[in-house]
């Protein structure tokens, strides 16, 4: 399967917990992004890599938030101090460098902080 | 504010009718647009896309349609098979990442 993945599928949390998912996106791309969907709304895009690099992250939704990409390949999204309004599915979408193309998603991580 | 605007949160259509999904966006910067359908507890799995210098695009039974001057976009879908029941999301691009629509759930009646 040479589609994006993502790990843990489901996470259950108690308040104040910190939590990291992976990413690992389509191989020879170079683009990775990173989305949060809650319910009835569509997803929200979050900060994004071009290879190692992390070109944008100031719509992080706090400082809590935080993404690596080490070594260009797979991506880790932290979040610390977990509230229940970071309850939500995380998506995890990659390209390939450059212009407008297509993102391919991952099947999610839905987090439940309780 | 909503940049992309997906007005129908739900449409029916009886298998084997056209389907029309619709979407407007307000930022005359969005260059790229796609469609992507999305079943319960998966990922949007991409459809079609469109470029801004073009005002259709087709591929099998699914096209695209845009009109620059509306700021609007549509999603036709003919003949529509039960399998097409799904979440189908609107999203432009931007300087960074995809700008999504709330969604339209298109419910495929037999």
């Known amino acids: 399967d040479t589609g994006v993945s993502q790990d843990p599928r489901h996470k259950i949390t108690k308040r104040g917990q910190n939590v990291t998912f992976r990413c690992d996106p389509i191989s020879e791309h170079n683009r990775l992004y990173w989305y949060r969907q809650t319910l009835g709304q569509g997803p929200e895009f979050l900060t994004y890599?071009?290879?190692?690099?992390?070109?944008?992250k100031s719509r992080l939704l706090s400082d809590r938030f935080s993404a690596e990409r080490p070594k260009g390949s797979f991506s880790t999204l932290e979040i610390q101090r977990t509230e229940q309004g970071d309850s939500a599915m995380y998506l995890c979408a990659s390209s390939p460098s450059g212009g407008n193309s297509e993102q391919y998603f991952g099947p999610g991580t839905r987090l439940t902080v309780t | 504010d909503q940049q992309v605007k997906q007005n129908s949160p739900s449409l029916s259509v009886q298998e084997g009718r056209i389907s029309i999904l619709n979407c407007d966006y307000t930022?005359?910067?969005?260059?790229?647009f796609l469609w992507y359908k999305k079943y319960p507890a998966e990922g949007p799995t991409f459809l079609i896309s469109i470029s801004s210098i073009k005002d259709k695009n087709e591929d099998g039974r699914f096209t695209v349609f845009l009109n620059k001057s509306a700021k609007h976009l549509s999603l036709h879908i003919v003949p529509s098979q039960p399998g097409d029941s799904a979440v189908y999301f609107c999203a432009a691009t931007g300087a960074d990442g995809l700008t999504f629509g709330k969604g339209t759930h298109l419910i495929i009646q037999p």
């Open positions: 890599f071009q290879n190692e690099a992390q070109l944008e």
């Open positions: 930022n005359s910067m969005f260059d790229y």
